[in-house]
């Protein structure tokens, strides 16, 4: 991807996550970005191929960033916990409707981010517990396949409107909790004590 198309996708996923999908059309895009809509036409011919091009980008920068948290050399739960925290970084800029926008108009965008994201998840999470497992902070009778896949269908349930309304939820605060309880469900009791140890350093997790 040559350096003005890849600027042009970059930006219009901050527009999308800023002001919400349906409610964006191509003129307000080319606005946002100051270049004219003809040009913008020269990347993409409508706005479903924009948004697929979008939701492409972003799991790939979600992907490139949690695997640079996984090379870092944490531990299994301070791993964990810098996932999170970027996590709830990316999800506390999102405009609420996006998830529902993207189901109900961008079906093709959906389902990419829908594979792409439980494949990256799975993955992640996977990994997480083999090292957790190794290391003695996470319980060795682990079924690490189911326990990832409850994880994938937790986290898909943060982002239900109707369960977590966003005038009475925040995001990240429920992506935090998931954390909370992800660990706890998962933490021998080497870990258990090591997650307490962890959250009093940290003071509050947000």
């Not at 990994?127 to 986290?155: C, H, P, T, W």
Request: hydrophobic share 35%; glycine share 4%.
């Amino acid at each position: 991807m040559e350096e003005k198309e890849l600027q042009i996708i970059d930006q219009s996923a901050k527009v999308f996550m800023r002001l919400g999908i349906r409610s964006v059309n191509m003129d307000d895009i080319a606005q946002h970005l100051r270049i004219s809509k003809k040009t913008l036409y020269q990347f993409v011919k409508d706005k479903n191929e924009l948004v697929s091009r979008v939701v492409g980008h972003i799991c790939s920068h979600h992907n490139t960033c949690i695997t640079e948290i996984c090379e870092h050399g944490f531990n299994a739960i301070d791993e964990s916990f810098e996932i999170t925290k970027f996590v709830a970084s990316q999800v506390g800029e999102l405009h609420p409707s996006i998830h529902f926008d993207l189901e109900k108009y961008h079906p093709e965008a959906w389902a990419l981010l829908q594979s792409t994201e439980r494949e990256d998840i799975y993955k992640c999470v996977t990994g997480n517990m083999q090292k957790g497992v190794k290391e003695g902070l996470y319980r060795e009778d682990l079924n690490i396949d189911v326990v990832a896949r409850i994880y994938i269908s937790r986290f898909d349930v943060t982002f239900d409107g109707e369960l977590f309304p966003k005038e009475k939820y925040r995001f990240n605060e429920v992506i935090w909790e998931l954390f909370r309880y992800h660990i706890r469900g998962i933490a021998s009791d080497k870990g258990q004590k090591y997650l307490i140890k962890k959250v009093k350093k940290e003071h509050t997790v947000k």
